[in-house]
């Protein structure tokens, strides 16, 4: 198996798109209503804490991703079925990704396309990103995200200029109290997108310079947190909190605001691009981690299965649910509760307890073999 | 092996590259730049649309046919009829430039709310365009009215109601995504600008009329009509419809007129006008205080004042000072005494800046609207006079 490296600025934009990705399609903390801001400004902290548990998870065993952790703290056989678990989980994540997508634009550019094609179109895309390799990922998001930024910076610009925001909007500031921020954060602004991050276990451990890597871990919360905040700020003083609520895509909704002396309009394509480079890197990023549990099982390299994958993600991706209505529903009330918590703390957390506690018992007896790694 | 794959990367290029099922041949389709909405005899509504006819808006192409082609369809879904309409028109209509939507008055009065579901829903139909209702006429007959110079009313309303908002503010400018907010939200009731058809809507809707010097019939723009909730509740005259564009800080450019001694008047121009609004709940009532700061020169004037001398500036602003705040204030009054409906959104303000006491009295606002106490409190300085000084009217012998 061929070693991967990816560099500490690759690590650094994939992250910002990974957060980014379907979390500004979608719009997140929309139960704050007008306040959704500030649950996002307090979802960052919970960030913070997330990429540094796991971080400590990683960094127990150097080297090691979360696979092969668990067969230092299970047994192999106990970890392939944990993997596998975790296998289905990221390749569900994927296909839920790409059905984000494939509703955008089947429901907002092109009414008429089969939402099959428009999957298929993009999973065949990401199929060969990861046959070439997680490299090639993150040189494709390094290459894209000075756009992401220029993109988001225009559309603010354009906004402002038209005279489609009004800052009062987010009057007034906490005026229903802490209530309803807390319930948008608890659970689901945590799990979604921070809690996510837990795919990150894959990649972490084979960033070329680990030494700088939690610096750059967080960093990247912040600025992907920085920037969620600001398109959600950015949203509320176009749209007003109504129709923010009202909107599918919100920060479609916004850009199709902007109209400037009739000539400057329809600048959907910028925000298409935006959240399209977002879904591309945060579908990836779950195809891989999806496709490492592959490999841990069988013992092949990744890239074989990346084709096989990316078309059962593409399938399923149309198959999770019949209708919008379906797979927002899911999304909101039992993936968070049924797969988001056990998967990003519940197992994690019974991981690090079981390699801390191997790990004690392994300086306990320095001289005894049969601990191999 | 390698033909194998050079096949299958044609066939890929062949299918991924092709384009997709959305496209449209722009010989194949017909702009729409105007739709009505009208009371239905037999169903719930009568759509008209209006598609234009571009060659003819090319003044080097034109040839005299008539510029647009105006159709109706009746039915219960605009949904549905948007596509229906085709029973009358050739190609396939494009919605994503609609410039006007015009709603008769027979329709407003009964509350028009559920059709704008659609045009919010609808992905190709922009949120921003003009939203008008048609005065004591249906909406249908306002279309079909061609005008000289952009030929298809709802092309020329939509440059009219520019044109008016920037220089003088007759027209609320409002756009339906305002119109859904104020319906939503709690503390404002919407407005929208209503259009009445001057002369013989008949004789308007052909190409004859844009030949005329007074053509026999023409749109204008007449007053302000005001809603409670999603019914038409009247109309204000467009005086009115200027001060509320005061009041709602929208005000680009406008001109009042100031009695300056007995039935001599003076014009001003006011180029610079800012508005804050203050509000709050006391005991139960609100206090409305609207701050209007506002910047002008002499457009013209009867009496014979010396514009010379710093005085006379400020004396003739004390006196435009006082016009404002009696029209502005007479406009409020008008709308709390006879309609009761919050047009202003000054509940949005108290909404702001005093949320603890509004959510009290949110469910009832409007009847807290009726009896607030406003205050209004101008300062307008007069910066020039144009390109003379003393009026040569005080020379006239």
């Known amino acids: 198996m061929l070693k991967e490296n990816i560099s500490l600025s690759q690590l650094l934009t994939l992250l910002i798109n990974f957060l980014l990705g379907s979390a500004i399609v979608v719009g997140v903390g929309g139960d704050a209503k007008k306040d959704a801001w500030i649950a996002i400004a307090a979802s960052i902290m919970f960030g913070f804490g997330i990429m540094l548990f796991y971080y400590f998870l990683i960094s127990r065993v150097p080297g090691k991703n979360l696979y092969e952790l668990m067969e230092i703290g299970f047994k192999r056989p106990l970890a392939i079925i944990f993997s596998n678990i975790y296998s289905v989980y990221f390749l ?88 309803p921020v807390l319930n948008a954060l608890f659970p689901t602004l945590i799990v979604f997108p921070f809690g996510e991050l837990i795919a990150f276990t894959l990649i972490l451990p084979v960033v070329t310079n680990f030494k700088y890597c939690l610096r750059v871990s967080l960093l990247g919360v912040a600025i992907a947190g920085a920037l969620l905040l600001f398109a959600m700020f950015l949203m509320i003083v176009t749209l007003g909190a109504d129709a923010l609520l009202r909107s599918n895509f919100p920060m479609l909704s916004s850009a199709r605001e902007v109209s400037i002396g009739n000539f400057i309009e329809r600048i959907d394509a910028l925000v298409v691009f935006i959240m399209m480079l977002g879904i591309l890197v945060k579908g990836s990023v779950f195809m891989f981690a999806g496709l490492k549990g592959l490999e841990y099982t069988f013992r092949l390299p990744y890239r074989y299965f990346s084709l096989p994958v ?19 529903q899911e999304g909101l009330e039992m993936v968070p509760y049924f797969l988001h918590l056990p998967m990003q703390f519940g197992l994690p957390s019974l991981l690090l307890i079981a390699v801390l506690w191997k790990k004690r018992k392994k300086k306990a007896k320095p001289g005894t073999k049969g601990m191999k790694f | 092996m390698k033909k194998c794959g050079v096949m299958s990367a044609i066939l890929l290029a062949a299918i991924l590259l092709a384009g997709c099922w959305d496209q449209r041949e722009l010989g194949e389709i017909t702009v729409v730049t105007g739709m009505a909405v009208d009371k239905g005899e037999n169903d719930k509504y009568i759509l008209t649309v209006e598609g234009i006819n571009a060659t003819e808006l090319n003044n080097r192409t034109a040839s005299g046919f008539a510029p647009s082609i105006v159709y109706s369809a009746e039915g219960n879904s605009l949904a549905e009829l948007t596509y229906r309409v085709n029973e009358g028109m050739s190609r396939h209509l494009i919605y994503s430039h609609m410039r006007t939507l015009i709603i008769g008055e027979e329709l407003a009065k009964e509350g028009i709310i559920d059709f704008i579901d659609f045009l919010e829903r609808n992905r190709e139909i922009r949120d921003d365009f003009n939203i008008l209702i048609a005065r004591e006429a249906k909406g249908s007959d306002v279309l079909k009215v061609t005008y000289q110079f952009q030929k298809s009313t709802s092309l020329k309303l939509h440059t009219q109601l520019d044109t008016m908002m920037k220089d003088w503010g007759g027209d609320p400018g409002v756009r339906m995504n305002d119109v859904i907010t104020a319906w939503t939200a709690p503390g404002r009731q919407p407005v929208m600008a209503a259009v009445r058809i001057k002369g013989d809507p008949e004789a308007g809707a052909s190409s004859e009329n844009m030949m005329k010097v007074t053509p026999d019939a023409l749109v204008v723009l007449d007053s302000l009509a005001i809603f409670k909730g999603d019914k038409l509740e009247g109309f204000l005259t467009l005086e009115d419809s200027r001060n ?44 409305i205080k609207i701050m209007i700061r506002a910047e002008a020169y002499i457009d013209g004037t009867h009496c014979n004042d010396q514009f010379d001398k710093a005085k006379t500036y400020e004396e003739n602003g004390e006196i435009a000072q006082k016009q404002i705040n009696d029209m502005v204030t007479k406009t409020i009054e008008k709308v709390q005494k006879e309609y009761g409906t919050d047009i202003f959104g000054f ?43 003393k009026s040569f009217l005080k020379e006239v012998k």
């Open chain 1, 92 to 179: 569900y994540l994927a296909s839920r990704v790409v059905r984000d997508f494939g509703e955008l634009i089947a429901s907002a550019i092109l009414p008429s396309t089969p939402i099959e094609i428009i999957s298929l179109t993009i999973c065949l895309l990401m199929a060969y990103i990861l046959y070439l390799g997680l490299e090639v990922l993150g040189r494709t998001s390094e290459i894209f995200t000075p756009y992401l930024f220029g993109f988001l910076f225009l559309l603010t610009i354009l906004l402002f200029a038209s005279g489609n925001a009004n800052l009062h909007e987010i009057k007034p500031v906490l005026g229903d109290g802490l209530k």
């Open chain 1, 310 to 328: 990316a078309m059962i993600v593409s399938a399923y991706s149309v198959l999770i649910s019949v209708n919008f209505g379906d797979h927002w």
């Open chain 2, 244 to 287: 509320y564009l005061w009041i709602q800080n929208k005000i680009v450019k406008t001109s009042i007129t100031a009695e300056c001694s007995e039935n001599k008047y003076m014009g001003l121009r006011v180029y610079d006008t800012r508005t804050k609004i203050k509000g709050k709940l006391e005991n139960g009532k609100a206090r």
């Open chain 2, 347 to 389: 509940g949005e303000v108290v909404l702001r800046q005093d949320y603890q006491n509004f959510k009290k009295v949110r469910n009832n606002w409007d009847e807290k609207f009726a009896d607030a106490d406003i205050q209004v409190d101008t300062t307008l300085i007069i910066r020039r006079t144009g390109i003379r000084t």
